[in-house]
């Protein structure tokens, strides 16, 4: 059985995002969507897909596709094997 041997986990600052699509499309994991709801400035803002969200590769092409800098992309050792 494979073990991943790192996780991964974005935030994003859905007030900043204006819903351009442009991380949801070169995720290659398919981890973004798009949310059901409005942000203050009435965008409809990316989110991360809840059951998705463990598949996440911290490869940052969201991060680096933003051009609202709304993404942040985290990594961290696993600690358990
Ligand atoms: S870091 Fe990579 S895998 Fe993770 S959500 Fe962003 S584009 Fe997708
Ligand atoms: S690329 Fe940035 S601004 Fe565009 S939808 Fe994603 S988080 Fe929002």
Redesign the pocket.
């Known amino acids: 059985m494979s073990q991943r041997r790192h996780t991964a986990y974005i935030t ?1 600052d859905s007030e ?9 499309f070169f995720c290659p994991q398919k981890v ?1 969507g798009q949310a059901e709801r409005f942000n203050q400035k009435g965008y409809t ?2 989110t991360v897909i809840e059951e998705k969200a463990g598949e996440c590769t911290g490869c940052t092409a ?1 991060a680096l ?4 800098i ?2 942040g992309v985290y990594r961290h050792a696993k600690v358990a094997p």
């Open positions: 994003i900043r995002c204006k819903g351009c699509g442009l991380c949801i973004i803002p990316a969201c596709m933003c051009p609202d709304a993404i």
